[in-house]
């Protein structure tokens, strides 16, 4: 779960500009937030992050505890080209990690929430 400033300006982001679709969203008028749900199937097959949204809160601290969100991507090149073509911000260009092989990048959301994008492996068709 994440605590968001602005949730219409996240929904842009997650769904416009990471791809992901909104699966629910619900106001709670007696404790003053909505809650919205978004990934990239449904809730019951894949994992889903949940935005909340406190009414009258416009920001947050991120705090030292919280890293940051990692999604798996076929071909890291072409969606960090995509989400900065759809405006988003790229704050680590795609590159091997400095102690490993993985490709990853990150990119950053409306509220500063980081979100590594790791190049998965090329998938086998072997049985």
């Not at 490993?100 to 980081?114: H, L, Q």
Request: hydrophobic share 35%; with cysteine; net charge negative.
């Amino acid at each position: 779960m994440l605590r968001v400033g602005d949730l219409e300006r996240s929904l842009r982001f997650y769904i416009e500009v990471l791809g992901m679709k909104l699966l629910r969203r619900k106001d709670y008028p007696g404790g003053s937030y909505t809650l919205a749900f978004v990934g990239y199937g449904e809730e019951q097959d894949t994992t889903v992050l949940e935005l909340t949204h406190n009414w009258g809160t416009g920001a947050y601290d991120l705090g030292t505890g919280f890293g940051h969100l990692a999604i798996g991507v076929d071909d890291i090149y072409a969606t960090c080209a995509a989400i900065a073509a759809k405006g988003g911000r790229v704050v680590r260009q795609p590159g091997q990690k400095q102690h490993g092989t993985s490709v990853i990048a990150f990119v950053e959301d409306p509220d500063g929430y980081k979100v590594e994008l790791i190049q998965t492996p090329p998938r086998s068709d072997a049985p």
